[in-house]
């Protein structure tokens, strides 16, 4: 199973039993601070709205201050999170006209109600009066607030994937942290007892994965072909979406809405490209390693796919979602799979 790091706090949930707790409980505190950033950029890169006025998109998340973790205490799972937001949004009206906004929510909090949740949608300095403006502090804004709701069923379902252990009576139960506002102290609990002593466990995130490998043909050379896949207009030009794309090793993309995600740990140009690769509903942090060799036959291009540690569940969904949003939408939309004569 591909992942961020061996030893990568995102990955790892330290355990401590403390030697007074005759009934076996267990006290677990995570760090959800790195997976958060990646998730609520997720969610809010290409957040768009659109009427009779225009269109306008966020395009960049220029600030997240904040942290986040999660406690699971006596088999109650405890969520904090505080954040201060800001990003970017760009409006085009119907006659091409380009206008430059932030937006701004200073207080993403498990101590506030999300309908409660401020945000602010300015225009930039200097900017003229546009009505875009009216569409973003009505309908983005609330688009903004559903994204950032999602950030928190998220962070209860997908990231607390294998936090919740049993209690004494094999009941366990999630709680927030607006049902328990005195926050646990973030040290460990370690063992005081000289009679008792408790290593503490780390555990990693394990499920069953396979490996597998498809290929096809493209009639293009590989250059070309190499260039589809971290350029990003080329990328949303066959996804038929926005998409971010940072074509260097370490560069991040995400595509498809946010459905695909990941990050390029290896580019060779025109030959190979390897990269942490995840399907949104994957669980939480889990990457496949997705190599991709272009083979120069002549007149077209051999593209191998490799692809190890995809969840056995997602085999045959990850086998398809290559062929149809990669391999065939590449075909269609630039012509590399028929012969012109």
């Given at each position: ?278 399907y949104n509903t994957w669980p939480c942090e889990h990457y496949a390693t997705i190599t991709l060799t272009f083979v120069d036959r002549s007149s ?42």
């Amino acid at each position: 199973m591909a992942k961020w790091g061996e030893g990568d706090p995102r990955w790892i949930v330290e355990e401590r039993a403390d030697a007074t707790n005759v009934n076996n409980w267990h006290w677990t505190e995570r760090d959800a601070t790195n997976w958060s950033t990646d998730k609520l950029k997720t969610l809010l890169l290409g957040l768009s709205v659109e009427n009779e006025d225009g269109k306008c998109e966020v395009t960049e998340v220029s600030k997240l201050e904040g942290e986040a973790s999660i406690n699971n205490r006596k088999g109650k799972l405890i969520f904090f999170y505080e954040w201060n937001v800001k990003a970017a949004w760009t409006g085009m009206s119907k006659t091409g006209v380009k206008y430059k906004g932030s937006i701004e929510v200073p207080n993403l909090s498990d101590e506030n109600d999300m309908e409660d949740l401020a945000i602010s949608v300015m225009m930039n300095k200097d900017e003229p009066d546009t009505p875009l403006l009216n569409l973003m502090k009505r309908d983005g804004a609330e688009r903004v607030r559903q994204a950032l709701g999602s950030y928190v069923d998220f962070l209860k379902t997908e990231f607390t994937q294998g936090m919740i252990l049993p209690t004494a009576n094999g009941v366990s139960k999630v709680q927030s942290s607006s049902q328990s506002k005195a926050k646990l102290d973030k040290t460990q609990i370690s063992s005081s007892s000289s009679s008792s002593t408790a290593a503490p466990a780390n555990t990693g995130v394990k499920i069953p994965t396979c490996k597998f490998s498809i290929r096809d043909t493209f009639l293009t050379s590989p250059a070309d072909l190499f260039r589809v896949f971290v350029n990003q207009e080329m990328v949303q030009a066959f996804t038929h979406g926005s998409a971010a794309v940072e074509a260097e090793r370490g560069g991040r993309f995400r595509l498809l809405d946010g459905n695909v995600c990941g990050e390029f740990t290896e580019l060779v140009p025109d030959e190979k490209i390897v990269m942490k690769w995840r399907y949104n509903t994957w669980p939480c942090e889990h990457y496949a390693t997705i190599t991709l060799t272009f083979v120069d036959r002549s007149s077209e291009t051999e593209l191998k796919v490799e692809c190890r540690g995809v969840p056995d569940s997602e085999e045959e969904q990850t086998k398809e979602g290559w062929k149809r949003y990669y391999f065939e939408a590449i075909k269609q939309t630039f012509g590399y799979g028929a012969r012109l004569f």
